[in-house]
């Protein structure tokens, strides 16, 4: 029987198949799995045998030791929260139709049934639908029992619950008129093509949370085109806060709020089934844009229609901008260089001589509250320019700046992990990975907007650096 070194054909497969960047549990999972499965047969006569209509039971039970199936429902719910009022409200009252909402790696279907809550509550349309996929088959014949636990439900308000389910014996179930709005469907997000909203025209709204923490990062950014072009314009993708874009595809603008931020496709722009853009491997493409960045405003009452504030680019700004309501800075240029835009005063005068040089460390500054102040407003800074192409270079001089001021900013670290590793530095991505894990496991990471989950951040983080330190060990 072949030993866990042999396996790598197969675990490249099962890779490209599901777009999983592998962990070192998911190998050892998967190794095990293995070994039990293939019965005598070489890794490549195994191999063939799974790329055969015959090995389908294999491949999805071998599918099954890789993919995560906890969820609740109500799951993040300060970002549902802002998603009703900044999103839904507004859509529910600009639509006046039948809304079509995608759940996208669903698993056991919490979500399907926290969205068809939010749908009623939010007096959507009663044709309204939602749609729930998912790679395993297995998870999704769970889903359409409608049945959860009392540890699933604590997150629903208590009001919500005993309006829309109902006791049946240790669990509680769904209400039968909102089943009846909501369809399963088996579907590989590495696979085309994608499911079509009912009556064509894409999705209104597109959820896909947690799943693509555990993608390759070409996996992650084919995933995110392909989503995107199955919105309708108009159309919101809904990404979890562990899942940021650092450049935001051309396709979408940032639509931010005080808790949460999402993506949505402008209206008349690219249809649903236009050709998608490829980016080269492990690159996020975004489009050439006069703005570099968005320079961040203090904090202010918001306008009185905050609620139905959506991205829309100014008159004469580039399509890459993002929400209307900052203002967009000057291109920033090389230091030195005409027209070059320094940070604002305050960061400027704080940041240590290395960081203002863009250089790759920075000074520890005491963590003050102004110091806090100061790191939020960079890393606020970098989320905004996520949406204009802002340069690489840029990005790691604001999170490591960012860092000076706040060394135990988990969030920022994370990015800055995430940043280096779209820059094949892998090494140095491995060591912010571990650096935020370590200040989330002591308790020493605060909260910020956006990264309000430290428990979903503390994963993430894991994660990748297992996936990365696999990876190099494997060299």
């Not at 520890?364 to 905004?384: N, R």
């Amino acid at each position: 029987m072949a030993g866990g070194a042999q396996w790598s054909e197969v675990r490249a497969f099962l890779t490209a198949h599901t777009g999983m960047a592998l962990s070192v549990p998911q190998i050892r999972r998967l190794d095990e799995r293995l070994v039990a499965r293939s019965q005598g047969l070489t890794p490549h006569q195994y191999l063939m045998f799974l790329r055969s209509p015959a090995g389908t039971t294999d491949l999805e039970d071998l599918v099954a030791a890789l993919v995560v199936n906890k969820t609740d429902l109500f799951r993040d719910d300060l970002q549902l929260a802002a998603f009703r009022s900044q999103v839904l409200t507004p859509l529910v009252a600009r639509r006046r139709r039948p809304l079509r909402v995608w759940s996208a790696g669903c698993a056991t279907g919490e979500e399907v049934a926290t969205l068809l809550v939010l749908l009623a509550e939010a007096g959507a349309d009663p044709g309204s639908t939602v749609l729930g996929t998912d790679i395993s088959g297995e998870v999704l014949n769970r889903a359409r029992w409608w049945s959860y636990s009392r540890e699933q439900l604590n997150r629903v308000p208590p009001e919500l619950r005993s309006r829309y389910f109902t006791r049946s014996g240790a669990k509680e179930s769904l209400s039968p008129a909102l089943r009846e709005r909501a369809s399963f469907q088996c579907h590989n997000l590495m696979a085309r093509p994608y499911p079509e909203a009912p009556g064509g025209g894409g999705f209104d709204v597109i959820f896909c949370r947690n799943v693509l923490i555990y993608f390759t990062a070409e996996a992650f950014q084919r995933t995110v085109e392909a989503l995107a072009a199955s919105l309708a314009p108009g159309g919101t993708l809904v990404l979890s806060a562990s899942e940021p874009l650092l450049q935001v595809p051309p396709s979408l603008r940032v639509h931010r709020g005080e808790q949460a931020f999402f993506y949505v496709r402008p209206e008349g722009e690219t249809p649903p089934d236009a050709p998608l853009a490829v980016a080269a491997p492990g690159r996020v493409a975004s489009k050439p844009s006069p703005a570099a960045g968005f320079s961040v405003r203090p904090k202010e009452a918001p306008p009185p229609d905050a609620s139905v504030m959506v991205s829309v680019p100014r008159r004469g700004a580039s399509k890459a901008s993002a929400a209307a309501d900052f203002p967009v800075r000057p291109k920033e240029a090389a230091p030195g260089a005409p027209g070059a835009v320094a940070a604002p005063p305050s960061v400027a005068s704080k940041a240590s001589p290395a960081a203002e040089k863009g250089g790759l460390s920075a000074t520890p500054q005491p963590t003050t509250p102004d110091a806090f102040l100061e790191a939020d407003l960079l890393f606020a800074c970098v989320l905004d320019g996520a949406a204009s192409g802002v340069p690489d270079s840029v990005s790691e001089r604001d999170l490591r700046r960012c860092l000076s001021f706040d060394p135990d900013h988990a969030a920022a670290r994370y990015l800055l992990g995430l940043l280096l590793e779209q820059c094949r530095r892998a090494a140095e991505a491995t060591g912010e990975y571990r650096r935020a894990l370590q200040s989330l496991e002591a308790g020493r990471a605060r909260p910020v907007p956006f990264f309000l989950n430290p428990d979903r951040l503390r994963i993430a983080c894991a994660h990748a650096a297992e996936r990365l330190e696999s990876s190099r060990r494997k060299r």
